[in-house]
């Protein structure tokens, strides 16, 4: 169920299994025989690796690019060491595996950071499941008033938040998968003096979705609704006013 080859001290290849045959799509008569580096994308990788196995390493998780039949690239982990005789190598033992999903993801994954650390609203990222900091952008950092809490736990960078309404509502998303959203919390957090200031934000908590639906984390988006609110407020206290003014 894993590809498996075999590779003379000169880069031909000696020996192939099936699973590294479908893998790549190609027959045994296209494959074996001919030199491993022809179906690697990049020169510096299988040079790197034939190096290292000669010198009598092994290699665990190496990343690599593989061309297949139809043109089309597998990106694979290569786990590989080398069969000696009297000090010379006789050839290399490699499992294949592949990667592309993973690779595809890993991609997605560091697209959606790179968004959300250019995002136009405050945006943070938090690991399950002790709810660490991964990611947090500028605009996060400003709103909430504090340097950059990437690495450091939820309860860690807002202790003023322990057993707060949010911290409860990053427990649910994190159990339940399900997304929150308060479209005017009240929090306490200080303002650029230090001073401890009432503010209202619009908070949503949607959960991270990894393998086999287990939730990774929870992605956070914040939005200062504050002068909204008191304005809002000010002109309903105004409508009142009026109306009390006027006759019946």
């Not at 025989?33 to 665990?60: P, Q």
């Not at 061309?67 to 089309?72: A, H, I, Y």
């Not at 304005?231 to 006759?247: D, S, V």
Request: one cysteine or more; charged letters at 30%.
């Amino acid at each position: 169920v894993e590809g498996l080859h075999r590779v003379g001290p000169d880069g031909t290849i000696l020996w192939a299994n099936r699973a590294e045959l479908q893998l790549l799509g190609y027959s045994r008569d296209e494959y074996v025989g001919r030199n491993i580096a022809e179906f690697h994308v990049d020169a510096d990788v299988i040079d790197g690796i034939l190096c290292t196995l000669k010198s009598g390493k092994a290699l665990y998780d190496q990343p690599a690019r593989l061309r297949c039949k139809d043109g089309s690239i597998r990106h694979v982990r290569i786990h590989s060491n080398g069969c000696f005789e009297d000090g010379e190598l006789r050839y290399t033992r490699c499992f294949t595996r592949d990667a592309t999903e993973r690779h595809e993801r890993d991609v997605a994954l560091a697209q959606r950071d790179a968004m959300l650390l250019n995002a136009p609203v405050a945006a943070a990222l938090l690991d399950a499941p002790g709810l660490r900091f991964r990611l947090a952008n500028r605009r996060f950092c400003e709103l909430v008033g504090r340097h950059d809490p990437t690495g450091a736990h939820f309860a860690e960078a807002f202790p003023q938040l322990r057993r707060s309404e949010v911290e409860a509502a990053l427990a649910q998303v994190l159990e339940t998968g399900r997304p929150y959203c308060a479209d005017e919390l009240a929090l306490v957090l200080p303002d650029a003096g230090g001073t401890p200031v009432e503010r209202f934000f619009k908070v949503d908590l949607e959960a991270l979705g990894g393998a086999g639906g287990v939730c990774e984390g929870v992605m956070v988006v914040v939005v200062d609704v504050t002068e909204h609110l008191r304005n809002r407020r000010t002109i309903q206290r105004a409508h009142r006013e009026r109306e009390q003014l006027l006759p019946g």
